[in-house]
């Protein structure tokens, strides 16, 4: 075993006082959150809470009306040095989302492209992968995501698990710095659930830093540094997992977790 590295300094995720509204609902009410590299957090709250949103400002696929991204000390969504900053056009957007891999609850697979060709997809396309070193990095992702033996089937053919852990490589063979889920199991029948986990698990144990929306609180015990817990727009607790679930601070936190317990 390698000895754990230093505490850095930086963190790799550092979301300051995110707003976001729709219309005159007002989604995310000043959202603060910052992720170390190698750290995984776990994202717990009530539905419609802002928990999606927020991972969505993180990927870019939306734009906070307020508050600032910056992933690896590089502040997101904007051009230009302080002072001077303007919205980046999406050609900047595009690259800057590349360092953020996103994991939906449904996988959302191209229905026509099998694993290989699923998980190859943002290599040619976005990164513009020579066909062959592509396929063969593919190939490797899914093997590391145990589908070695399913790389020429088609979505159709594989079974939800594994069609999620295709998503899962999709995203991985991109060589993202942070990986989002948004609930990856929640559409799985129970018995399928654990394949996917095990792969989340195995990637968390190898230093990957991840973010993950889940109402798999055995998971969160186990894998996540830190818990989350949101609430109508704003973290209302934050914990290492054993204070989470054993010694809640917030009155929120403790009514959360009499109804999922
Ligand atoms: N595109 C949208 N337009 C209008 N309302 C939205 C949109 N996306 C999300 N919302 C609303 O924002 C709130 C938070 O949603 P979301 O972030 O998806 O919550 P969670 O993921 O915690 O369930 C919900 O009330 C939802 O209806
Ligand atoms: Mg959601």
Redesign the pocket.
């Known amino acids: 075993m390698d000895t754990p590295a230093a505490p850095a300094a930086t963190p790799l995720l550092d979301a300051r006082n995110l707003h ?1 509204s ?2 005159d ?1 007002s ?2 009410r000043g959202v603060d959150l910052s992720i170390r590299p190698g750290q995984v957090k776990a ?1 717990l ?12 400002l993180i990927n870019l696929l ?1 734009r906070a009306d307020q508050g600032t991204i910056e992933i690896d000390g590089q502040r997101l969504g904007t051009v230009g040095g302080p002072g001077s900053e303007r919205p980046a056009p999406e050609r900047i957007l595009a690259k800057q989302r590349q360092s953020v891999g996103m994991v939906f609850q449904q996988f959302n697979l191209f229905p026509h492209l099998n694993a290989t060709r699923n998980v190859m997809s943002g290599l040619t396309t976005v990164q513009r992968v020579p066909h062959r070193e592509a396929e063969e990095r593919a190939v490797m992702m899914l093997e590391r995501v145990g589908l070695g033996a399913h790389a020429g089937k088609y979505p159709s053919e594989l079974s939800g698990g594994q069609q999620q852990r295709v998503a899962i490589a999709r995203a991985l063979v991109m060589e993202p710095k942070l990986m989002l889920f ?2 990856p199991t929640s559409a799985l029948d129970p018995e399928l659930v654990g394949e996917v986990l095990r792969v989340m698990e195995g990637l968390a144990r190898d230093g990957m830093t991840m973010l993950v ?1 889940t109402h798999e609180t055995r998971f969160a015990r186990r894998v996540a540094d830190e818990v989350v817990l ?1 609430d109508d ?1 704003v973290i209302v607790e934050q914990q290492e997992p054993e204070g989470f679930f054993e010694n809640p601070q917030s009155e929120r936190t403790k009514e959360f977790l009499r109804h999922v317990h």
């Open positions: 976001k729709y219309g609902r989604v995310l994202m709250g009530p539905s419609g809470s802002g928990k999606s949103t927020t991972l969505r939306e948004d609930e929306v949101f727009g």
